[in-house]
């Protein structure tokens, strides 16, 4: 099928955030998680762990506790405030000075919608939660040690507060003495009033509510119990990376006396779990080693289905990168700021599997400082490396660049449209005359670029009306031709736009899975999808229909291997060669789609890489099908095409990602 | 291991300004062990009871007066004797309050010591050397008094022993950078001088310390440098003639401490017994330079036993009275009570079962290397540690206290009162505690059993063994008395639980079961497990119809290898000779016996020279067995019986080698061992290429690992791949 020209990048020092707290919601089965950089992001468990949405951090903003109430999410955070967040623009909605210090912890009651915090100066202090905000409502008693951890009693009446060296229950004002220096990190508060904590001695306690006795002390770590979560069973995280699970169940079988047992531990982190949600039918765990863990609980799903693997999630699910294909230019997005680097240079040919010697090495062109406290959102960077836009939550900023020889100039234009105030993604046309933002409810924002100014041209925006979302735009996608957009949004629809006639082509048919990556091919102009579901579709513009190829794809069915990969496709780009090519990659393979070639079925081997290697040349059209997938790279953050045809290929293996964490709790193992 | 307990506060000291002394004179012992007296450097003398930290009585000198020499308690008179000012002798009692008011006496020359040694008299050692008994110095104190000393020569250290009838004064003094040694008898007086070696010029020992064994004195002394030296002088000296020069004395390192930088400065070593030395002001060799540190180091092994970091400046000062360390440091006189239990080869190999037990606990019975090594009698130092066992258990428990008495008692009553007891004492207890005394049990009903032909309780010395607190050098006869008794179930026993029979002596085991006719043999009660393994082996060979070949498959592999070796007439003789190779050549308790054997520890250097005794009869009788437990074990259909004792293949196979190798020679010139040698050979063969075979497995799988190994990915790189 052909060779390949691959720029093995490593140099993209992507460091994920710890995770520092989480929620789950089970009426909409999402999660939400806070990382320590205050991003939060929201993962969809009903559409195969998809990360849809993330909201970008800020500096100041430090997310102890994340609540779901509702649809509607709360975080509080060390910062002393309690953040509402506007899922639709992914951005904060309001703040709230909680004026107790740093919070420490938030709770909810469904019940009776009201809000606690727990905050420094010891006080817990109650918000009525209220249409369109919250209001605060009255202090409880101010206790002396800070208020780490809280939770609602099921009814609505009391509320437990774990403090240093003490649990109290709010209320009934009985309070559970504990005489030593413990920090209880965190506590459950039951129906049954049952009161359960799990503190720095490494303790998970039971205790009564009503009269604060202790019924039984599980002693399960050395170190720090740092989180508690329970459902109908309960899980308790600790700093050494371990996650234990308890449940309630008769000491002898068919008796009616319960007790909380330990029944499982899984160590699947080697740092400090600092938060843990429990699904129906799973544990999901995160901490300081950065990757969401979903543990599914082996009695409650059916064996050897997708639902009972375990699941790590350690990049995000959108693009950190963006390749300028004409000028051979990487742009890096960090929180901070951003990194323009120029690929290297390399000599001659070799055979496959060499490695061609480096005759010139890739070069940082510029490190770009974000101003203001908000995190960069997206970034872009136009085809032919003269552009560079990014976005926070508050501001847009657009750069020109200009390369003399040796040395590199960036400017800012100061001018931008009013309009453009905000995006969610930015994408340039490919000859770079344009940028498209999407805003606010699906809209998409058309700003044509001149030398050194810009002007707004229109706002695209999907049809209102019944059925259509104001979800925000995901993915964007200009054609090579500049005629066509598409636009994807977390509400699973993709509109077309007609950029000749700056108006609505037509929206794809909203299948059930979000698209996790979209192009329009350069020559026949079909829209290529990929799914969270792991699903491939291909719509033909024109037709505005499902291609042949895509109809014979959903009919025979997608192998099962295929779908059964836990990591999204990021990234579509298509073969400037051979235009029946479309390159595809997740985070551990390669893939290239031929869609000249058979469909694989059932029985077919799916990774026949090796098979086709070692079979002769005359066989090997025999054993070859449509997907060709490739290994050879993992952890893979982007792959793009150059206009060279070389590939280019960003790895962050996730070894060095470890490697840059700060060190766990020591342990003492065997001979060492 | 020797081990340092927590220390406790005798009193506190006044030391000097500048802290270059202590304030402590001397402490010397009282009445008994627990009581001492305290000397300080100026005026006083305090009786303390030690166990109590509490003083008794104190004596002081007038103001201006001071006192010259530590003070010593007389017990055959119940005098303390000091000496204040040089010259003048003081003699009071106990119930004395004023000192001024007692005995005193003045001698013409000035005094260095007075000396009481335990069993002996007081004894003055005058500042030049002459020595005069106190009663004969007091019938006429203004005596003249000779000078033996040269004349910058000056007394550095004495002391004075007991050995068996004489008394000895021992002395060091300094000449010039030479040390000499001084050795004066009394009744009849004789004088010995020696010379030491030289150690680094400039330096001269800090620390003396003596013992008196067999008839020698070892003298035990440390360098600034850290090195400790031994030197023996015979009590019985060579010449007694007077002012003849001093013969050197020939010295052994024992130690050689480490002092980090510097040489020390004020330290001490004192003997504590055979194999323990106390060291103070010398550095842990794991705590860097800091050398206020009291250590317990073995001389035999070299090791560190035991440290204790002291608070506070060391003085170099260390005493040690029945268990318990007296050193100033600081501003307090500590009191550290310690043991040194004595080391085995068997503790110190780390073979010992119960050895961490036996650590915390009072000193095992368990001999002394150097008693297995010299083959001497637990006689010498048996006050010494029983006085040590009985101190440290008094603290124990009540229990042990009777212990003590089955001790004694089992040395005379009648057998049925011994069983009876020990049975008792068994049961009573916890076998932890028990260790030390079931040692010294079983090695005194041994003995007994030496001495004494008629007396023999086997079912007492089975239940000892059984306890698993023994081993073969705590009761280095009872395996040979085992055999002599014909007591096999006995010997199966100490086979079974002694980590450490000696080569010799398990080969004298498998010579008595080799030649014990099979009748004998099934007269003797076994252990049921290991009857029941054989069993499960013989019934097997009765109950099986069709012939099966154990090693078949590699045989046939070797013939399809190697035609021409003849395959085909091994394989047919194999076929006829085979069900007599399946039947046991040795009767059901003898090779229960025989298995026991197999499965000691042995090593094969030592145990090549007595196989050899072994005659060619049992040897082919051995091998025989040894191939049957072969074929049988090589069965596809063996069953694997994990619960029971039962010797490995690679036991069996080692020992075929072993024993082919003892008596190749021979094996090869008798006929009737011809088949069995060419069996054999097949064996070692299929043995042979099963390891060449797992190497090649091994050699595949390291390919395996290696093929594995990526290559280094930088952080660019340009690649070309290639998609098919």
Redesign the interface.
């Known amino acids: ?11 993209f020092e992507y460091m994920p955030s710890p995770i520092r707290a989480m929620a789950f919601n089970s009426r909409t089965d999402r999660l939400a998680v806070a990382r320590g950089d205050g991003a939060v992001e929201i993962f969809n468990f009903a559409d195969n762990y998809f990360q849809e949405k993330v909201i970008p951090g800020q500096d100041s903003r430090a997310v102890e506790a994340l609540c779901w109430v509702g649809q509607r999410l709360f975080s509080a955070g060390l910062n002393g405030e309690i953040t509402e967040y506007d899922l639709e623009n992914l951005r904060p909605k309001y703040t709230v000075m909680a004026y107790g210090g740093p919070a420490w912890t938030l709770s909810m009651s469904t019940e009776c919608f009201l809000c606690q915090v727990g905050c420094e100066d010891g006080t817990v202090k109650m918000f009525e939660i209220l249409e369109e905000r919250i209001q605060f409502q009255r202090n409880h008693d101010r206790q002396k040690g800070r208020i780490i951890s809280l939770s609602w009693h099921p009814s609505g009446t009391h509320i437990a507060a774990g403090m240093m060296g003490m649990i109290r229950i709010f209320e009934t004002e009985t309070g559970s003495p504990a005489n030593k220096e413990v920090v209880v990190w965190s506590v459950a508060f039951l129906s049954d009033h049952t009161v359960i904590s799990g503190d720095s001695a490494g303790k998970v306690q039971v205790w009564d509510g009503f009269t604060g006795t202790l019924i039984k002390t599980h002693l399960i770590t050395k170190w720090d119990v740092l989180a508690l979560s329970d459902q109908s069973s309960l899980v308790a995280g600790t700093s050494e990376g371990t996650v234990t699970q308890f449940q309630f169940l008769p000491l002898i079988v068919g008796q009616q006396d319960k007790e909380w047992v330990r029944t499982r531990t899984f160590k699947n982190h080697s740092h400090d779990v600092r938060a843990l949600a429990h699904t129906e039918t799973a544990v999901v765990s995160g901490g300081m080693d950065t990757q969401l863990v979903v543990q599914p609980l082996l009695d409650r799903v059916e064996k050897n289905t997708q639902e009972s693997a375990l699941r790590k999630i350690a990049f995000p699910h959108r693009s950190l990168v963006c390749c300028a294909k004409k000028s051979g230019l990487l742009l890096f997005q960090f929180p901070e700021h951003l990194e323009l680097w120029r690929l ?1 240079e ?1 000599d001659g ?8 010697p ?1 005759r010139k ?2 070069e940082k062109l510029i490190h770009l400082k974000r101003k203001g406290e908000d995190h960069i959102c997206c970034s872009a960077l136009s085809p032919c490396g003269g552009w560079l836009a990014y976005t926070t939550v508050s501001s847009v900023r657009l750069y020109r660049l200009q390369y003399n020889n040796n040395s590199i100039s960036i400017k800012k234009l100061p001018k931008l449209p009013k309009e453009l105030c905000s995006a969610h993604q930015l994408c340039f046309s490919s000859d770079s005359s344009k940028l498209f933002a999407s805003s606010k409810h699906s809209s998409v924002i058309v700003v044509a670029l001149g030398q050194s100014e810009c002007k707004y041209l229109h706002t695209l925006k999907p049809k209102s009306g019944y059925g259509t979302t104001e979800q925000p735009v995901h993915l964007l996608f200009v054609s090579e031709d500049s005629k066509w957009l598409a636009a994807a949004n977390t509400g699973c629809e993709i509109h077309i736009y007609n950029l000749n006639k700056l108006k609505l082509h037509c929206t794809v048919p909203v299948y059930s899975s979000c698209p996790t990556a979209i192009a329009i091919h350069p020559v026949t102009s079909n829209l290529v999808t990929v799914h969270a579901n792991q699903q491939i579709f291909e719509y033909s513009l024109a037709q505005k229909e499902y291609t042949e190829w895509s109809r014979k794809l959903q009919k025979q069915g997608l192998h099962n291997l295929w779908l059964e990969r836990d990591t999204p496709i990021t990234h579509i780009s298509f073969n400037p060669n051979n235009q029946a090519h479309i390159i595809l990659h997740d985070m551990f393979m390669l893939c ?1 789609i031929d869609q000249s070639l058979p469909l694989p079925d059932r029985k077919t081997l799916l990774y026949n ?1 090796m098979t ?2 070692s079979v002769p040349e005359s066989e ?1 059209l025999r054993h ?1 099908h449509a997907f ?1 997938i ?1 290994k ?1 790279f993992q952890h893979l953050l982007c792959v793009s095409t150059l206009e060279d045809q ?1 590939l280019v290929v960003v790895e962050r293996p996730l070894l060095d990602i470890m490697s840059q964490l700060p060190a766990p709790v020591r342990q003492k193992k065997f001979a060492t | 291991m020797a081990a340092l307990y927590e220390g406790y506060t005798l009193c506190g000291l006044v030391p000097e300004q500048n802290l270059s002394n202590s304030g402590v004179r001397g402490i010397e012992q009282e009445r008994d062990s627990d009581h001492v007296v305290v000397t300080d450097s100026t005026r006083s003398v305090t009786m303390y009871k030690v166990s109590d930290q509490k003083p008794l009585g104190r004596w002081t000198v007038k103001q201006g007066q001071s006192l010259t020499c530590p003070a010593v308690f007389n017990p055959k008179t119940k005098e303390y004797v000091a000496v204040s000012d040089n010259q003048v002798i003081r003699i009071w009692k106990e119930e004395d309050v004023l000192l001024d008011k007692t005995f005193k006496a003045t001698v013409s020359s000035d005094i260095w010591r007075v000396h009481c040694a335990h069993g002996g008299d007081p004894v003055v050692l005058f500042q030049r050397g002459a020595v005069r008994l106190l009663d004969s110095l007091l019938s006429a104190p203004q005596q003249p008094i000779e000078e033996i000393l040269a004349q910058e020569e000056a007394i550095r250290w004495s002391t004075n022993i007991v050995a068996e009838t004489q008394q000895f004064v021992i002395f060091t003094t300094e000449q010039k950078g030479d040390t000499l040694i001084y050795l004066q008898g009394l009744n009849p007086n004789t004088l010995q001088r020696y010379r030491l070696e030289r150690e680094e010029p400039g330096l001269s020992p800090l620390s003396f310390s003596v013992t008196y064994k067999d008839k020698h004195i070892h003298l035990l002394y440390l360098y600034p440098n850290g090195h400790v030296y031994q030197s023996v002088l015979s009590v019985r000296g060579l010449g007694t003639e007077e002012g003849l020069q001093a013969l050197q004395v020939p010295r052994g390192l024992l130690l050689a401490l480490p002092v980090g930088e510097g040489l020390l400065e004020a330290a001490s070593a004192l003997v504590l017994d055979e194999a323990h030395v106390a060291v103070v002001g010398v550095p842990h060799p794991s705590a860097g330079a800091c050398k206020d540190f009291l250590c317990i180091w073995n001389t035999n092994f070299q090791t560190l036993q035991a440290g204790k970091e002291m608070a506070g400046k060391i003085y170099g000062q260390l005493w040690c009275y029945s268990n318990k360390l007296f050193i100033p440091h600081g501003k307090t006189l500590s009191v550290i009570p310690f043991v040194c239990p004595k080391s085995s080869l068997a503790s110190a190999l780390g073979k010992l079962k119960q050895a961490k037990a036996e650590e915390s606990k009072s000193p095992a019975s368990v001999p002394s290397w150097n008693k297995i090594l010299h083959g001497e009698k637990a006689q010498p130092s048996r006050t010494v540690e029983t006085r040590k066992m009985r101190t440290s258990r008094k603290s124990q428990s009540t229990l042990c206290l009777s212990a003590d008495q089955v001790l004694d008692l089992i040395k005379t009553a009648p057998i049925e009162a011994v069983q009876k007891e020990v049975e008792g004492l068994l049961s009573r207890s916890d076998i932890q505690d028990l260790q030390p005394c079931v040692g010294q049990l079983v090695s005194i009903l041994v003995s007994r059993s030496l001495a004494d032909p008629s007396f023999y309780i086997p079912s007492t010395l089975a239940q000892l063994v059984h306890t698993q607190c023994l081993c073969h050098s705590a009761c280095p006869d009872l395996v040979l008395l085992a055999l002599e008794k014909k007591d096999y179930f006995l010997c199966q026993l100490c086979l079974q639980f002694f980590p450490d029979i000696p080569e010799a002596v398990t080969c004298a085991c498998l010579k008595a079961f080799i030649s014990l006719p099979d009748i004998d043999a099934e007269k003797a009660s076994l252990e049921p497990d290991s009857i029941s393994f054989v069993e499960a082996l013989i019934s097997r060979e009765r109950a099986q119809v069709s012939f099966q070949n154990g090693y078949g498959t590699t045989t046939c592999e070797d013939r399809s290898d190697d035609p021409s070796e003849g395959g085909g007439i091994i394989k047919e003789k194999e076929k006829t000779s085979a069900p007599s190779e399946q039947i046991c050549p040795v009767g059901l308790h003898k090779a229960v016996l025989l298995n026991e054997v197999l499965q000691t520890a042995y090593s094969e250097t030592f145990l090549l020279p007595h196989l050899k005794d072994l005659s060619s009869q049992h040897v082919v009788l051995f091998l025989q067995y040894l191939q049957f437990l072969y074929l049988k074990y090589s069965q596809d259909d063996f069953p694997q019986m994990h619960g029971l004792r039962s010797p490995s293949l690679t036991q069996i196979m080692d020992w075929v080698c072993l024993v082919l190798d003892a008596h190749f020679t021979m094996l090869v010139m008798i006929p009737e061992a011809k088949g069995l040698l060419l069996n054999l050979h097949s064996f070692v063969k299929s043995q042979v290429r099963l390891v060449s075979e797992l190497g090649k497995i091994e050699g595949s799988l390291q390919e395996l690992k290696n093929m594995k190994v990526k290559k280094e ?12």
């Open positions: 099928m052909g060779e390949f020209k691959v720029h093995r990048v490593r140099f290297g390399s040919h070799g055979k496959p599997g060499d490695s061609l480096v090495k890739p290239i890489q086709l290697r090997r070859s060709k490739c050879n070389a | 990915v930088g952080q660019y790189s340009v690649e070309i791949i290639e998609l098919f």
